[in-house]
């Protein structure tokens, strides 16, 4: 029951009876969730802004003082190497703004009033009072419109509603003073518990007071000795001033507010949802803009991207707790005439803030896309003919994701495209009545091209095809019924695609395993293509080495010493039982010859990037070709030794720092079928 005297107690005590009827339903039906545990305290915030600058006093000040449980038997657990702390009981908050004139105590005694609508209010403020906290205490002095200063105070709770002392005459200054008493348990668990903490929310929630031309008023929060001023707070959060800008949806217009923060409560990229300068929501937007992961670096120093978005399409559907909007989520025809989705305002405010970070993320995208082509070049192989489907922006990731994570991104990459070939395969033989027959043609190419990459990623298809190879290479290095040897170039092609480079073809189209398991990682192949054509040197010389491999390392061989930068691999094909060298064909002068002018040139890697010390890249030369008489003196000749199973010769040329191998196509067959008998053994496939 409120207590009033004077002639018109009786109204007063009729309409306080009415609120107490309906106080205790109407708090049952308002929602204030845990999470939001705070939102009662920065709300009162919010009204005393709003009081001190209805005032206009000069020197505005606004208070929240924490307090805290006096008793010492009960603290909190302390953080290693920081005191107990107590647990808040209570908060006041306290400002020198107009106070709680008549109209206003009038507004404050009608539940869902409209007195303050036109600043956002909601009229249910002081409910969630009652939500979060056991009762509410307020004191407040005001100049009445007799010119009088004059002080009431009155308590707020669920049982008796508004509990009124009788007005008095007051000295001082106008102001008033919100005493939010037992902080329930529930809310206090999911609260902060520092000051800084409490702080930097109320920073957040109350930012645009800050951002606003004008700025906010003077608001010190304080915990016993302790004083935060927000001001420096802000000053302290902020990178950058604001860059706003407006975009339209469906006929509505929403004001974006694009910040640069140094910290946040949250740590990551963020769109908060606003209505009537106070924060609703709080959307992440960690992989909805390619390139963005967390914090981004400017020309000064790192920050944390946050959009606030304003609009009063927001206004008139946010929810009277401030705790969401009555806006669907997606929209059809029908809802689209009432106003835009949060799905189509959110698609057109992350376009906005993509173009804003733009010039931000370049580089970043630059490094996702570097990691992403060293870990499929290095270690995940088999995603490299899917590649070539996989939009890029798909593919920006952060530069510092872990191998698991990347292998689980580009296994999806995988499946989304095997499950479109499928779903596309129903439609493809089709031939539609307005097609020409090329086009139908060319579109069967472009899907039977897909499906054949995709299915080369298969392993154990792989495994077999490697012992169809061994066979067919065995067949091709056999004299023929005509009595002579297949030319080099059907071998070359067996194991390379000839005239292309690594970017022309896919590494499951290849047999390099053949020579040398670790030449399908590299950075640039090319194949039978002019040294003038390598985008990693530059050269104007026409010769063709026959394949021409740079790897790019970066990670050390053993604990301690660190691998060579980059490797350079030649290798040379000579036509099988080839009897004819010239004198000036020796072939392991003519690798060098290759070797020698690609060091030359200044070599860098594919993308353009330098390479560290790049005269001097160690490298490795194959040549195959079978030990016919002269293929042996040249051997000799540049004192080359002869392989223990005296298949073919080696050597490290120390001039040229780089290991020379002759290899035999029996030695080359061999090998190779040696080091996959374990999987063919494991298909069940001959191993003899």
């Not at 420096?232 to 923060?261: C, P, W």
């Not at 991207?305 to 025809?333: K, L, Q």
């Not at 040696?674 to 001959?686: E, H």
Request: proline share 5%; with cysteine.
């Amino acid at each position: 029951m409120a207590h009033v005297t004077g002639a018109g107690a009786s109204v007063c005590e009729e309409a306080a009876d009415m609120l107490k009827a309906s106080l205790e339903g109407r708090l049952r039906n308002t929602r204030l969730p845990v999470a939001n545990s705070m939102g009662p305290v920065y709300e009162t915030i919010v009204n005393a802004i709003q009081a001190v600058e209805h005032l206009l006093a000069q020197e505005s000040a606004i208070e929240l003082r924490i307090i805290r449980e006096a008793e010492p038997m009960l603290p909190l657990k302390p953080r290693r190497g920081t005191p107990a702390l107590e647990y808040i009981t209570d908060f006041e908050i306290v400002d020198n703004g107009v106070g709680f004139t008549d109209p206003n105590m009038e507004s404050f005694r009608t539940l869902d009033s409209l007195y303050k609508a036109d600043l956002g209010g909601r009229g249910v403020g002081r409910l969630l009072w009652l939500k979060a906290f056991e009762r509410a205490r307020v004191s407040s002095r005001f100049v009445d419109e007799n010119g009088a200063l004059m002080e009431r105070d009155f308590q707020w709770n669920p049982t008796d509603g508004v509990v009124e002392s009788e007005l008095r005459r007051a000295s001082g200054d106008a102001g008033t003073s919100v005493r939010l008493e037992s902080f329930k348990s529930e809310y206090r668990a999911a609260a902060p518990k520092t000051a800084a903490a409490i702080a930097n929310g109320l920073l957040e929630h109350c930012l645009f007071y800050f951002v606003r031309p004008g700025g906010a008023p003077r608001i010190t929060v304080i915990d016993g000795p302790d004083r935060i001023e927000m001001a420096q707070l802000y000053d302290d959060y902020m990178v950058a001033s604001s860059q706003v800008e407006t975009v339209g949806v469906a006929g509505r217009n929403f004001d974006l507010t694009h910040i640069k923060l140094k910290s946040s409560a949250q740590q990551r990229p963020f769109i908060a949802w606003c209505a009537s300068n106070r924060v609703v929501e709080e959307t992440p937007i960690v992989g909805k803009i390619p390139g963005l992961h967390g914090r981004v670096r400017d020309d000064d120093a790192d920050f944390l991207y946050a959009c606030y978005v304003t609009s009063d399409y927001f206004d008139e559907n946010v929810r009277p707790e401030r705790i969401g909007f009555d806006i669907p989520h997606s929209g059809d025809e029908l809802l689209a005439q009432l106003g835009p989705s949060m799905s189509s305002i959110e698609d057109a405010v992350l376009e906005a803030a993509k173009k804003y970070l733009d010039p931000y993320l370049t580089s970043v995208r630059a490094a996702a896309r570097e990691r992403v082509a060293k870990y499929v070049s290095h270690q995940a192989v088999r995603y490299r003919p899917i590649m070539r489907y996989v939009e890029s922006e798909d593919l920006a990731v952060d530069p510092d994701i872990s191998d698991k994570d990347l292998e689980v991104l580009l296994h999806q990459k995988y499946y989304e495209l095997e499950r479109a070939v499928i779903a596309e395969g129903h439609e493809i033989l089709r031939l539609n009545d307005d097609e020409a027959v090329a086009d139908y043609q060319s579109r069967i190419a472009t899907y039977l091209q897909k499906v054949d990459d995709i299915k080369k990623s298969d392993l154990a298809n792989y495994v077999s095809h490697r012992k169809v190879v061994l066979e067919i290479l065995a067949r091709a290095i056999e004299r023929g019924a005509d009595g002579a040897y297949k030319r080099e170039e059907l071998i070359h092609q067996m194991i390379v695609p000839m005239r292309k480079t690594s970017d022309e073809f896919n590494v499951a189209d290849c047999n390099l395993w053949l020579v040398d398991e670790r030449l399908a990682f590299h950075n640039f192949l090319a194949s039978d293509r002019p040294l003038a054509s390598m985008p990693i040197i530059t050269c104007s010389d026409g010769s063709r080495p026959d394949i021409c491999v740079l790897d790019v390392m970066d990670e050390p061989l053993l604990v301690g010493e660190k691998s060579p930068p980059a490797t350079l691999t030649i290798v040379e094909f000579k036509r099988p039982m080839r009897q004819d060298l010239g004198d000036d064909e020796d072939p392991i002068e003519q690798s060098l010859s290759y070797l020698r002018k690609i060091r030359e040139s200044k070599v860098t890697m594919a993308n353009g990037r330098p390479i560290p010390n790049a005269n001097d890249i160690p490298g490795f030369c194959y040549i195959i070709a079978d030990l016919t008489p002269k293929m042996v003196r040249c051997c000799e000749n540049a004192d080359f030794r002869p392989t223990p199973d005296g298949m073919g010769f080696f050597r490290f040329h120390d001039r040229y720092k780089a290991y020379i191998e002759v290899m035999s196509y029996d030695a080359m067959l061999k090998l190779a079928n040696a080091r996959n008998r374990a999987f063919f053994s494991r298909l069940g496939l001959p191993t003899d």
